[in-house]
Each structure stands twice: as C-alpha cells, then as structure tokens.
C-alpha cells in the first residue's frame, strides 16, 4: 500500500520482536542496523498472545475469536487455511495448541489506509484467558508493553521464542512529522525519538497493550506498520483499537 520503505509489519515467514538497535540516525529508504534485544516473555505471561501462519500476530479477542490486522488477510468470508498456534511462547513447544481458522472478516471499507483489523474466527474454542480491548480513549497514552515472535532486525528471521518490550505513546502531532501518510483518527504511535525500540516485520496484528485502572491488561493498539523497524524519528504505528471498538464488537457478534 505504501513505498517499500514503509513496512507493513507482516512476513509471510515472519516472526516477531521487539528490539534495541544502534542509535545511530538512517534516512527512511536507508537499511537499518542490524537490532538485538527484546525479553523473552515467560510461559503464561501473556496467555492471549497468537501466532498466526500466515506470519502475523493476534490477540485472544474471544475464545473462539483473534482479533489481527486487516493488511494479514485477503478478505471476508469462509477461510480454513490459517492456523493460530496459542498457549505457548515456545513455537517448537509440544504443549502449542493448533487450531484452524473457519472464517475472516476484515474490516469494512480496509483499502490499505487506516481500518487496520481484522477477526479469525476459529473452529473451535481456545480455553485461555482473552484480552479486552479499549472502548474509550482512556488508556491511549503512557508506556504500553507489544509482544510478538516477529523479527528481530530489519528483514530478519522470525523468532522461535515470544519477545516482548516496552513502547512510550508519541503524539499525533509528532507522529505526523515523521509520517505524511498517518491516519490521526485511526492510528496511534508509540516509540522512542532515538529509535532502538519497536515492533518488526512479523509482528503485524499482534496487540499493543498496557494495564487499565484494575490491573487488567487492555488491547489499545494493533501492529500496523512503520518505516522500517527502530529506526530513529520513525515510531511503530498501530490501529487505535478505541476507534474501531464498537465496529469489532459488532462484526465479532456475526461470528
């Protein structure tokens, strides 16, 4: 949808990470440095995390529901070639619950700008805990946590382990700087101005998330996309779940 430089953050390989790269300043179109980092999450730490095989992210919306991006699918209606691997943070694990897709809905109206989401609905419930999303703006600012087994450098190879970090929200305003072609209304941005930090290619549909006044943990962001991964002046954009709440609780009702 957008120039090569800007990176949907989905392989279909991939694998996702968080990570820490030199801090050194590259130009949009340029190759990043190699990144490191990321913390490996702890088995049932984020127990609504999954893989997807087309190389994505997503979140436990419902048991039998993940919510992901809408640039990961290729549309609405009956689907059974996806498998979403949960339960584990080890994809090799024996214990890694398998289970097959039976329908998609992408988000109405998803051109490729904005309106980045998308449900799984799969054959079957997964008995793990879910993760609620954000229905007001609330919770869209502060330090909020993304996880995922996407790369962990520009271009690199998917993880075998979940990696997880820490992301500090970054204004529209200053988003807008780095990137002409933001949706105020649909997206949000999260990083740090130095870069190191970030989601990757792999990483797409996979939930950015941070604790509500309970102490519950609560989706406000789906991984979208970005200028490469860690790269000074260009935080991660994700889909600003408060914006598309209502929409998701609707179409996830039609499921």
């Not at 993880?159 to 820490?166: F, G, I, T, V």
């Amino acid at each position: 949808m957008k120039l090569l430089s800007a990176l949907k953050r989905c392989v279909a390989a991939g694998a996702v990470i968080l990570a820490a790269v030199s801090l050194q300043p590259t130009s949009a179109s340029a190759a990043a440095p190699p990144v490191v980092g990321g913390t490996r999450a702890a088995q049932g730490e984020f127990p609504f995390m999954v893989r997807l095989s087309m190389g994505c992210g997503g979140a436990l919306y419902a048991k039998d529901i993940v919510l992901t991006a809408a640039h990961c699918v290729s549309g609405s209606g009956n689907n059974t070639s996806i498998t979403a691997t949960a339960g584990v943070v080890d994809l090799r694990s024996s214990s890694a619950i398998k289970v097959r897709s039976t329908k998609v809905l992408q988000a109405p109206g998803y051109n490729g700008t904005g309106k980045d989401w998308a449900l799984i609905k799969l054959a079957q419930p997964i008995n793990l805990p879910t993760l609620k999303i954000a229905e007001t703006t609330a919770y869209n600012s502060g330090t909020f946590t993304v996880a995922g087994w996407g790369a962990a450098r520009e271009g690199g190879a998917q993880q075998r382990y979940l990696l997880k970090a820490q992301v500090p929200f970054v204004s529209d305003a200053a988003c807008g700087q780095a990137y002409d072609e933001l949706v105020p209304n649909e997206e949000i941005c999260a990083g740090y101005n130095q870069g190191g930090v970030d989601t990757c290619q792999g990483d797409s549909g996979g939930p950015m998330f941070r604790k509500d006044n309970a102490g519950a943990w609560t989706q406000v962001g789906i991984v979208s996309w970005g200028y490469g991964c860690a790269r000074a002046g260009y935080p991660g954009v994700y889909t600003e779940v408060s914006t598309f709440a209502a929409a998701i609780k609707s179409a996830a009702a039609t499921l």
